[in-house]
């Protein structure tokens, strides 16, 4: 199970209107607004794309967590290079997810 599923189980179940995989409303599904988040926060999308993404991840429940958690994973890798290190508690919680990555991977 990937950290974003796990993300996803601890919110619980998505309601009807909150979850935009069926893009019925003319949103970008949750699965193209996934695929474009990095690129969406590095600024790296056109101006069409980049307002796409901002108004499914504005409106989706489901996927505005996962923003956030992005947001806060590049800071954190962003402060670790300011540094020059990753701290020893943002190694260990890295090292921690691809453990658990990987035994849950071997199943």
């Given at each position: 199970?990937?950290?974003?599923?796990?993300?996803?189980?601890?919110?619980g179940?998505?309601?009807?209107?909150?979850?935009?995989?069926?893009?019925?409303?003319?949103m970008?599904?949750?699965?193209?607004?996934?695929?474009?988040?990095f690129?969406?926060?590095?600024?790296?999308?056109?101006?069409i794309s980049?307002?796409?993404v901002e108004?499914?991840?504005?409106?989706?429940?489901a996927c505005y967590?996962r923003?956030?958690?992005?947001?806060?994973?590049?800071?954190?890798?962003?402060?670790?290079?300011?540094?020059?290190?990753a701290?020893?508690?943002?190694?260990?919680?890295?090292?921690?997810?691809?453990?658990?990555?990987?035994?849950?991977?071997?199943f």
């Amino acid at each position: 199970m990937k950290p974003f599923d796990r993300l996803r189980k601890l919110f619980g179940s998505i309601g009807r209107g909150e979850h935009r995989d069926g893009a019925d409303d003319g949103m970008i599904s949750c699965e193209e607004a996934k695929t474009r988040l990095f690129e969406f926060l590095d600024g790296e999308l056109a101006e069409i794309s980049h307002d796409e993404v901002e108004r499914h991840v504005e409106l989706c429940k489901a996927c505005y967590p996962r923003l956030q958690f992005e947001r806060h994973f590049l800071d954190a890798l962003q402060a670790a290079e300011d540094r020059g290190t990753a701290s020893p508690e943002l190694k260990d919680r890295i090292l921690k997810v691809l453990a658990k990555e990987s035994a849950n991977d071997s199943f």
